[in-house]
């Protein structure tokens, strides 16, 4: 399956995410079923009701750890692999993409911690070099987990944002948009389960759709400050070319 990569405009990273989607919607699915899913109906039941319990506050400490400190960073690390692989033309299983996700565990915790206290002394700093470091660090994720754990994700990212706040916010809006509009609807469905679980379910749709749409915008970035385009055509040409014996293919 062909996509295109080169510089995309918004509405192009939108389709190039919603065909990720479609075309592997299976396997990538398979990714967040596995802890995200399950993990987010068993928080909303634990946590949903009896809110007056003195036990509720330390309920949903636990759960948010547990969130913070592996099942986020698994799963978005998993989802990073497997779109790449797919956006690039490679094939990846859904246990693959959650084995090799498996090292970049610890130091997305340690970034995000980094970020988080990058962005939250921006903000006390008069607000915009907050929301300025935002878009500025937008693709340190991609930049870990596509390129590996000596790519100085931060600086990269910084690289790769010059010329795209612009893009980055209307994204990020949209996916916002969409989410609470889903989220709106499950809720007004009958039955608390029933709401629970559906709840959850178009929760992984639209963090599969977020991490698509990420990584589709994060390679767009490189074709427009590094020429990536022509890399992965020269690639391709290297591979289809008489005589030539197919490229191998670097690891994460």
């Given at each position: 399956?062909q996509?295109e990569?080169?510089?995309l405009?918004l509405g192009?990273i939108l389709?190039?995410?919603?065909?990720l989607?479609?075309?592997?919607?299976?396997a990538?699915?398979?990714?967040?079923?596995?802890?995200?899913?399950?993990?987010?109906?068993?928080q909303?039941l634990?946590?949903?009701?009896?809110?007056?319990?003195?036990?509720?506050?330390v309920m949903?400490f636990v759960?948010?750890?547990?969130?913070?400190?592996?099942?986020w960073?698994?799963?978005?690390?998993?989802?990073?692999?497997a779109?790449s692989?797919?956006?690039?033309?490679?094939?990846i299983?859904?246990?693959?993409?959650?084995?090799?996700?498996?090292?970049?565990?610890r130091?997305l915790i340690?970034?995000s911690?980094?970020y988080?206290?990058?962005?939250?002394?921006g903000?006390?700093?008069?607000?915009?070099p907050?929301?300025?470091?935002?878009?500025?660090?937008?693709?340190?994720?991609?930049?870990l987990?596509?390129e590996?754990?000596?790519?100085?994700?931060?600086a990269?990212?910084g690289?790769l944002?010059?010329?795209?706040?612009?893009?980055?916010?209307i994204l990020?809006?949209?996916?916002?948009i969409?989410?609470?509009?889903l989220?709106?609807?499950v809720?007004?469905?009958?039955?608390?389960?029933l709401s629970?679980v559906?709840?959850?379910?178009?929760?992984?749709?639209?963090?599969?759709?977020?991490a698509?749409?990420?990584?589709?915008?994060y390679f767009?970035a490189?074709?427009?400050?590094?020429?990536?385009?022509?890399?992965?055509?020269a690639?391709?040409?290297?591979r289809?070319?008489?005589?030539?014996e197919?490229?191998p293919?670097?690891?994460?």
């Amino acid at each position: 399956m062909q996509y295109e990569i080169q510089k995309l405009s918004l509405g192009g990273i939108l389709d190039q995410a919603i065909k990720l989607l479609q075309n592997h919607f299976k396997a990538l699915f398979g990714i967040v079923l596995v802890l995200y899913v399950p993990y987010a109906v068993i928080q909303s039941l634990a946590t949903g009701s009896g809110k007056a319990h003195p036990a509720f506050g330390v309920m949903t400490f636990v759960f948010g750890l547990i969130l913070v400190l592996f099942v986020w960073p698994l799963t978005n690390a998993a989802m990073i692999l497997a779109i790449s692989e797919f956006y690039l033309g490679r094939s990846i299983t859904a246990g693959a993409a959650l084995k090799r996700a498996l090292k970049f565990v610890r130091p997305l915790i340690v970034l995000s911690i980094l970020y988080g206290l990058a962005v939250l002394g921006g903000l006390i700093c008069l607000v915009i070099p907050g929301i300025y470091l935002i878009f500025r660090l937008y693709f340190y994720t991609q930049v870990l987990v596509i390129e590996g754990k000596d790519a100085r994700p931060f600086a990269r990212s910084g690289v790769l944002m010059k010329g795209n706040f612009g893009t980055a916010f209307i994204l990020g809006f949209l996916i916002w948009i969409i989410t609470m509009a889903l989220s709106f609807v499950v809720g007004a469905l009958p039955g608390a389960i029933l709401s629970t679980v559906a709840g959850a379910l178009v929760s992984g749709v639209m963090v599969l759709f977020g991490a698509a749409a990420g990584v589709v915008f994060y390679f767009s970035a490189r074709c427009q400050h590094e020429n990536f385009d022509l890399e992965v055509l020269a690639d391709s040409i290297g591979r289809t070319a008489p005589g030539n014996e197919p490229l191998p293919t670097s690891e994460a």
